[in-house]
Structures are given as C-alpha cells and as structure tokens.
C-alpha cells in the first residue's frame, strides 16, 4: 500500500512499526530523487513493444516523462507524486499487455529470469 503522512505528525518508522505490529510486513521504498521510479518491464520484444509503453504511460496523469529500454528490459519514469504513484505507472503498463515490477532488488531479477525462462519454452 501506498501511504501520505504529515512527517511532522509521524515518521516513517512509527508507520513501518504500526504495520508490522498488526502482522504484515512493512518496507519503506524511499521516493527516488526528481519524483523518479525504475521498474522493471515484463514481456517486450520488440521497439513497437517499447513505444506501446511509453505512449500510455506518457498519457496517464501526472507523468512527466517516461523512458522504456528494450535492451535492459527497464522504464524510467519521472512523475507528479500529488498526482500519481509507482503503483498507477505499473496499472497502466499492465493495462497495455506487460508486467511490472519495482526495480529494487533480487526479486526483480528472480522475476525476470522466470520470464526468461517462460519464453523458452
């Protein structure tokens, strides 16, 4: 879940502590500098793929700017986060055919080699 707190009200810790003491887990993914999430992209092969994702994700609101890289399988994405989140940009790549995933650490690669792994069979 995505959470909008007053930081002068409470931290981050206090949240993560709440969370946790009712039994799910908590991570904070700190919002990258200039309002940027990197995620990893799911299902493109080709650059008609590409510019697909770009075109939808540029439209939806609150995105500023939106780079897609066949190559290494990611997409940048600059956006207003008054207005949207990582989770929108993911809902809307999805909406358009693919998946998507936070690119924030082993689960990300965990994922994409099982992709891999769907295409060759």
Sequence with gaps: AEVKFDPAKVTEEQIAEEIESVGFTAKHIPQAEHNTV??????????????????????????????????????????????????????????????????DGKGDQTQKTDHKAELTK
């Excluded at 940048?76 to 207005?83: A, I, N, R």
Aim: proline share 2%; aromatic share 4%; net charge negative.
């Design 38 to 103: 990197r995620l990893n992209i799911i299902g493109m092969t080709c650059t008609s793929c590409v510019s697909t994702i770009e075109s939808s994700v540029s439209q939806a609101q609150g995105v500023v700017s939106v780079v897609v890289n066949l190559a290494t399988e990611t997409a940048q994405v600059v956006y207003d986060p008054d207005v949207s989140g990582s989770r929108d940009i993911i809902a809307c790549i999805e909406d358009v055919g693919f998946g998507a995933t936070l690119a």
